[in-house]
């Protein structure tokens, strides 16, 4: 469940002007608290009314990770060579409400989990420490990538 957000701490980490292993780590936490909540709140609307819920889960899904998608967009027409303005860090509430996004999935895992019999701590526990950890490295792995990007443009910005 954790692949999601992997992809968005990629395109976090390659964001970010040389990201730290400290903001790796300080994203990954953030994404994984929340991918461990969002199951446990699932479950316990799964207890509650999970028809209801899960009619509905998609749409959330799809209009927050669409918001997120125009946003990234509408930042990519920006200034193409502002890599000196790329910032340090992320903001927290940008950080919450990618992860909250990337977690929508595992609030519907764990409407599901409602109906069968699981430790829903230890389950959730472990949804967050993989994500967690998948999102940490992704945020390193932007950086990789995000420094190639840059250096590709730089080279071909002086070929024509």
């Known amino acids: 469940m954790s692949t999601d957000a992997f ?3 990629v395109g976090k980490g390659a964001a970010l ?3 730290s292993w400290r903001e790796a780590l300080r994203t ?4 994984g608290v929340i991918e461990a909540i969002t199951p446990v ?3 316990a609307a799964g207890l509650a009314a999970a028809s209801y819920v899960a009619q509905w889960d998609h749409w959330i899904a799809v209009t927050l990770l669409s918001v997120l998608g125009l946003r990234m967009i509408w930042a990519g027409f920006g200034a193409p060579d502002a890599v000196e303005d790329k910032p ?3 903001s927290f509430w940008a950080l919450a ?3 909250f996004a990337t977690s929508i999935d595992a609030m519907a895992v ?3 989990l409602a109906f069968i019999n699981v430790n829903i701590a230890w389950t959730a526990l472990a949804i967050g420490l993989a994500t967690l950890t998948m999102v ?3 945020v390193m792995v932007g950086r990789v990538l995000g420094a190639v990007v840059a250096s590709a443009r730089k080279s071909s910005a002086g070929c024509c």
């Open 88 to 90: 340090s860090r992320n």
């Open 28 to 31: 990954g936490v953030i994404f």
């Open 136 to 138: 940490t490295l992704g």
């Open 41 to 43: 709140i699932g479950w």
């Open 7 to 9: 992809a968005a701490a």
């Open 17 to 19: 002007r040389k990201p």
């Open 97 to 99: 409400i990618t992860g």
């Open 110 to 112: 764990g409407v599901g």
